[in-house]
């Protein structure tokens, strides 16, 4: 079988290691780091599957594109990606649906003062999102109402994120412990990839700083078990992808559920219509047996085979450049990932990259490289990756050293 896997990060280059175990992959647009990287247009490749990485192109409906073309495609169409796309939209399907999630209200650009006058009904912590793509960096999170006030009115009045804050959601802010929930999803049925991943999206060691894409995920979650991995399952995913097929959505594609285990049980945040990063590169490597089959089945609108996964924990650190998220500096010459990828367990997938004129590896993006330890549990795993992290420099580099270091607390 041959795949086109479509993106450039270190999401798709995971996906196009772990399905070149059994396929012939190439990568468009790809980027200098990922071997198989090829820079026509989608379109003019043929391939037998085509696996779509990025959110931006599933929501601006790519997926669509392909199937008007009798391609095969993994890949939610414009219609099931507004699960990401719009998050009214998700939190409206959701609540119709019945899923158990944090309560909520919508304001767009003419409803500033409206929007902080139902801040401040609700209490710390306030939670305010851009309803549109913000590459995962939409969310605040925080305890201080003036901060919430402030974020509001930059993004309602576009200051932060231009049209895709132009519409902000305002939640109620949960507590508990986040994890992360996948599954495959074949128009009609989901999946479940049988564990949990737990991302760590603050800048900063010990989960202060500014929101980001990522800076490291662990997988699996010792305290989450198979009977809160099927509650989950039951209480959310199963009624969400009802609810698609109510409103005549064909789904195929990753369906991503991010959950706060509350002390009232599991409650939805929100979903993703892509595989998370770094998530991918703590699970994906995990999946046993033939992935390229497993999503050409799900594609087809047929998935048939069981999902398996291996026992082994994957530690993921990401190194960002410096100045990440706000302004990160490009053009740093990267030492030592093959120094990191000779350690025995270790894996480094390139995500901002590209080459100067002497054909070195330099950055050129936010989040630069995703080093991965895997072992037999998660403290050999964490010893290996941040062993081949510490192979890994360029000026002003910057990763966390706290990643996994909270997976004994319940």
Known sequence: MKVCVVGSGGREHVFATTLARTAEVVITPGSPGIEGSISEEVLEIEADLYVIGPEAQLVNGMADELRNNNKVVFGPGADGAKLEGSKKWMKNLVEKAGVPTAKFQSFNENQIEEAILFLSTMSAPYVVKTDGLAAGKGVLVTEDYQVAVTDIKNKL?????????????????????????????????????????????????????????????????????????????????????????????????????????????????????????????????????????????????????????????????????????????????????????????????????????????????????????????????????????????????????DIASDFKVA
Request: hydrophobic share 40%; glycine share 12%; aromatic share 6%.
């Open 157 to 401: 009045s576009g200051k932060s994120f231009g049209l895709a804050g132009q519409r902000v959601i305002i939640e109620e802010g949960l507590i508990g412990r986040e994890v992360s929930l996948f599954a495959v999803c074949d128009g009609e049925k989901a999946t479940l990839i049988p564990t949990a991943a737990q991302d760590h999206k603050r800048l900063l060691d010990l989960d202060n700083g500014p929101n980001t894409g990522g800076m490291g995920c662990y997988s699996p979650i010792p305290s989450i078990g198979p009977a809160n991995l099927a509650q989950m399952m039951e209480i959310a995913i199963h009624p969400t992808m009802d609810e698609l097929i109510n409103n005549g959505i064909d789904y195929r594609g990753f369906l991503y559920a991010g959950f706060m285990m509350t002390a009232d049980g599991p409650k939805l945040l929100e979903y993703n219509v892509r595989f998370g990063d770094p998530e991918a590169q703590a699970i994906l490597p995990r999946i046993e047996g033939d992935l390229a089959e497993i999503l050409f089945q799900a594609a087809k609108g047929d998935l048939r085979e069981e999902i398996n996964i291996s026992s082994d924990s994957i530690v993921t650190i990401v190194c960002s450049a410096d100045g990440y998220p706000i302004n990160p500096r490009k053009g740093d010459l990267i030492h030592g990932i093959e120094a990191a990828r000779a350690i025995e367990g270790a894996t480094v997938h390139c995500a901002g990259v590209d080459r100067d004129s002497d054909g070195k590896l330099i950055t050129s993006g936010g989040r630069i490289l995703n080093v991965s330890g895997r072992g037999p549990d998660l403290h050999t795993a964490r010893q290996i990756a941040y062993a081949a992290a510490q192979c890994i420099s360029w000026a002003g580099m910057h990763m966390r050293w």
